[in-house]
């Protein structure tokens, strides 16, 4: 049995030095739930922001409104200013945001629904990745939640370059 990408990143961080913030949009705090039902996890974690709405996203995590405008909500653009954003708020050393379409409606043929980005902000550089699932809204969202944490993971891991 595999261990739960919430109590990996448990034992990388709960040390307490580094700091590790969440923006989500269509996960709707799915990753925060998962990080904060680890015992101990506010010695790493001291919070996110579920930024749903255009008005959220700049107002709270200052996506610009060009970019939201240009690219829309669901873009790499977006999900590298939403992680900016919330690490600055959070003042973390880490941020994972994600953005994207969790179905079943809401799908563009540009923007198919599954579609999401995910962005990672640290002090040391900033990744964006795109991934295009094929479940339902729910598995969508635990899909983006797995694959938050393990962008996560990656970064602790030196997988990032």
């Known amino acids: 049995m595999s261990i739960a990408l919430e109590n990996v990143l448990h034992e990388y ?10 923006a989500e949009s269509c996960t709707g705090g799915l990753v925060s739930h998962r990080i904060t039902n680890v015992s101990g996890s506010s010695a790493y974690f001291p919070g996110g922001i579920v930024a749903y709405s255009y008005e959220a996203k700049a107002n709270l995590l200052g996506v610009s409104w060009d970019t939201l405008n240009t690219h829309g909500a669901v873009s790499e653009e977006t999900v590298l200013e939403m992680a900016r954003g919330v690490r600055k708020a959070f003042e973390s050393d880490i941020a994972v945001s ?9 799908g563009t043929p540009e923007k198919p629904v599954g579609t999401t980005w995910l962005g990672l902000s640290t002090s ?3 990744w964006a990745r795109h ?4 479940g ?9 939640s797995e694959a938050a944490l393990q962008f996560i993971i ?5 997988k990032l370059k």
Do not use: C, M
């Open 154 to 158: 990656d970064y602790l891991e030196g």
């Open 13 to 22: 961080l709960q040390s307490g030095n580094l700091k590790v913030s969440t």
């Open 98 to 106: 994600i953005s994207g379409i969790a179905g079943p409606g809401g």
């Open 136 to 144: 339902d809204r729910e598995e969508n969202k635990y899909h983006s």
């Open 124 to 126: 040391t550089g900033d």
């Open 131 to 134: 991934f295009l699932w094929d």
